[in-house]
């Protein structure tokens, strides 16, 4: 089984133009759905590996809950804290294996840091041929 | 009085923790499982990447028991303290027919240590063809490296019966070997 | 003070011929776990002497006085503190010689020795094949697999007579699944309580899934 992803050149590049957009942006990373890391660019040191698989564990479980209570699917996961903002959401539908995590300051507003993981997940996408032109892609 | 008890299945992908569960929830089992994307998918097609849920009923409803599943890999052992509070009981399995199942058996310990000294622990050596000595002797040997004293035996996930067996060890060395499951030991 | 290492020497002279075998019986078993070579000894001066009480007037035979006497007895209860089982326990043979072995060393070096002489056994590993072993000695290497414990103390919290203990403990110490150690706590174990609560527990749940108790 073969996995077709964006090249990871081009995930930093995203991340770049993301950290670049807003200066509250904290932390923004692809994670693999398994829970490893793919790319990433933080602002700060934080624990790479860890927050990839709790990147991971936090979107499979939201899925589970919205699958199990409403048969529906999960878009977005957006998390609140007293600092800071999170947001996650699968890059490119359900068979992608990638995740986007983005982490910002309490500051920013959540609309913004939504729109601009939307911005950056559809960016990587469009700079590779879809999964349907990819035969191969099986995930 | 409306009792909850919590026991955790854990163990590398493959191993049988969602069958383990799914053959004594009384509820159909809730899984996190995602396609795998790195060697493991030459192997198994999905991995837990949070946890798998199920639930026992005692006594019309006076009691249950929580059923929950952990991926074994040091990566999620966060997850561990989802689970922690109220954990009577772990059972580890390993995978008879993976290559890497002593790997994966030392990965889960060596994660899960300070956890698993401190409650009853049942090692369970699953898809095995018959009664495997060597393995067994291995996962005692894996089991010594981490500083642990723990039955370990072999079983069919997909049995109810041997699932079952699993928890009778479990629930003796609760029982005759444990004043304050969770509490830390003498190593 | 012992010289070249010999073995030390056991004289049995009210001991029938099957008494003496299960003695040396016992003797190999004990191998692993002794310090010194041990062996029964028919004739000539003994380092320690194992009299049977439950025969009257028998008295013993000559000794060598520096010989150290153990009482054997059905009823160890009824004859003075140090009389051990007969018929012979594996556990009571170890505790005895081992503290001999100290004795006759002349020095107290011994790294599981404990100046108030409490002696338990711990669980090196479980034996593979236990699943097959009757499920009440389940409860012994449940209560043996963290902590040190007396055979009085198993007995005690597995609630099983101190005979049926000795013969799980002869096959642990003859796979050497066990060891010797010293304990600490000398009273009744703590956790009675919280042993009914998971007793309650284990019985619940074994209902359910149509297994007795």
């Known amino acids: 089984m073969s996995i077709v992803l964006p090249s990871q050149p081009h995930c930093h590049r995203a991340l770049d133009t993301l950290l670049h957009r807003c200066d509250g942006v904290v932390a923004a990373m692809f994670a693999l759905r ?45 998390i609140e804290g007293d600092a800071h903002k999170l947001v996650l959401c699968k890059v490119a539908g359900s068979k992608s294996p990638l995740i986007l995590s983005i982490m910002a300051k309490h500051e920013i507003n959540l609309g913004l840091v939504l729109g601009l993981a939307k911005m950056c997940a559809k960016e990587v996408m469009e700079a590779e041929p879809t999964e349907s032109a990819r035969a191969t892609q099986t995930v | 009085m409306n009792e909850v008890y919590k026991i955790v299945f854990m163990g590398a992908p493959g191993s049988g923790k969602t069958t383990c569960i799914a053959a004594l929830s009384d509820i159909p089992p809730v899984s996190t499982d995602v396609p795998c994307t790195d060697a493991l998918q030459e192997t198994k097609d999905t991995t837990t990447v949070a946890l798998d849920y199920g639930e026992l009923r005692l006594d019309g409803d006076n009691g ?23 954990l009577f009981g772990a059972i580890v399995l390993v995978d008879a027919s993976s290559e890497g199942a002593i790997d994966g058996l030392a990965e889960t310990l060596e994660t899960y240590r300070e956890d698993l000294a401190s409650i009853p622990l049942v090692v369970a050596i699953n898809k095995s063809d018959g009664p495997s000595h060597a393995l067994g002797l291995r996962c005692q040997q894996a089991l010594h490296a981490h500083g642990l004293v723990a039955p370990v035996t072999t079983m069919d996930a997909r049995r109810r019966d041997d699932v079952v067996q699993l928890f009778e060890v479990l629930l003796t060395l609760l029982e005759f070997g444990f004043d304050h499951p969770g509490k830390g030991r003498a190593t | 003070m012992l010289g070249q290492t010999r073995s030390l020497k056991i004289a049995c002279p009210n001991f029938g011929i099957e008494e003496k075998g299960a003695l040396r019986s016992i003797l190999g078993l004990l191998e692993p776990y002794l310090q010194e070579p041990w062996e029964v000894s028919e004739a000539g001066p003994c380092d320690v002497c194992f009299v049977n009480v439950d025969q009257p007037n028998d008295a013993a035979p000559a000794q060598d006085a520096a010989s150290r006497v ?20 594996p556990h009571e043979v170890l505790a005895v010689l081992s503290d001999a072995t100290r004795q006759l060393k002349g020095n107290d070096r011994d790294d599981t020795c404990r100046p108030d002489g409490h002696w338990g056994f711990r669980l090196r590993a479980w034996p593979l094949d236990f699943i097959k072993w009757p499920k009440p000695w389940w409860r012994v290497l449940a209560c043996i697999a963290r902590e040190a414990h007396s055979v009085e103390q198993i007995a005690e919290r597995t609630g099983l007579p101190a005979k049926y203990i000795d013969v799980c403990m002869e096959r642990l110490m003859a796979a050497q699944l066990v060891e010797r150690l010293a304990y600490t706590s000398n009273g009744a174990l703590a956790g009675a309580g919280l042993k009914q609560k998971w007793s309650a527990l284990a019985s619940r749940l074994l209902k359910k899934f149509g297994f007795a108790r």
């Open chain 2, 64 to 86: 249950r028991l929580l059923l929950y599943g952990l991926p074994g890999q040091s990566r999620f052992s966060y997850m561990f303290d989802v689970v922690r509070t109220g």
């Open chain 3, 70 to 89: 153990v009482r054997c007895a059905q009823r160890p209860r009824l004859h003075p503190q140090g009389t051990i089982h007969r018929p012979l326990r």
């Open chain 1, 34 to 78: 398994d829970g490893r890391s793919y790319a990433e660019r933080f602002r700060s040191t934080l624990p790479v590996n860890k927050f990839a698989a709790m990147s991971s564990s936090l979107v499979a479980l939201s899925n589970s809950v919205l699958r199990e209570i409403a048969s529906d699917a999960l878009n977005y996961l957006l």
